[in-house]
């Protein structure tokens, strides 16, 4: 129950143990394909662009941003977090003149400000955290998509997919990423991304990564014209694959509906230990809570016991907040309610 890797869905952990078939046999393909197609579901898109990136949820980061970004482009970030300012680090390494619009961490951004601020730079691309994993905040995508004017928006969904309803088509997101081990709850080990056609027409011609070059990655076509690349990772693409079918046959809005139902049932019950969350109940995500450790406790000295006594793992805070706040998560397959009762009882008895 930290910030991530989740404990995976049963279905996913089985695919994982499945023979591997070679990265070109058809019914790899077909597998490849279907989880395309889920993909695009859980993100909300009809995207051509939707594929599962190899290497975890910054691996999606660094591909969007090498793709889009030219030296010399001009990309707004809003920074409320950790990931945030990851990106600005990564878009910096792609020699683009970059705004970061920063905010206090634990509080959400302010998609006027960020807007305002891409329109007067003429910015190409607009970056923003959906689900700030590094604070528990939910930023609000759909209104930068209202307002992004003639720049593209990237949103890292990294936290959100699988445990939030995306709507990207209707927000108006233009490149989205995610990542397996938070709310999808497969392993880490894979990053979604996709990206609309107007992306893909401004994309770089040449992108500095040879790896991350999505024009010639593969998997933007239809499976018939997939050529030899990289060496697909099988295992996870199968995992990937059975960890979105157990989703789908939940049902998403009954998933997403879980990790609500949890993620509320531990803020009530943390508040009623009597601890005090950090982020303001409007802004909360329900797959990340972040609570105050209390005066006199060692955040780390009950960390240590929860996992010893109970084997339940919390996050610590990161940055400045290491050890003032504890990083809950209810993601993926450990997002069940006997699972928030345990930790819950736990906490009473150790604090
Ligand atoms: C976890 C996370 C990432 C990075 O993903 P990795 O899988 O750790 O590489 C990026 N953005 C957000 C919001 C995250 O929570």
Redesign the pocket.
Known sequence: MG???CTPYPEAMEALGRPIMGHLDPEFLSIFDETRDRLRTVFGTANRVTIPVP???????EAAFVNILNPGDTVVIAVN???GE?MCDLAHRCDANVIPVNFEWGTPIDPAVVSIAAYEAGAKMIAA??????TGVLNDIAALGAAKGDSLLLA?????IGGMVLDLDAWGVDIA?G????CLGVP?GL?PLTMTEAAWEQRVVKPRSWYFDLGVIGGHTPHAALAYHHTAPIAMIASLHAGLGAVLDEGLDNCVARHATCGRALQDGLIGLGLELWVKEEDRLAQ?TTVRVPDGVDSGALRRELLSRYGIEIGAGVKEWSSKIWRIGCMGHAARLRNVALLLSALDELL
């Open positions: 910030p991530g890797p290497g975890t949820g910054s691996a999606g980061m977090g950790m990931f990851r955290v959906h689900a700030e994993t590094s890292d969904c990294v936290t959100s990423y990542g397996t081990q938070k880490p990053a990340l």
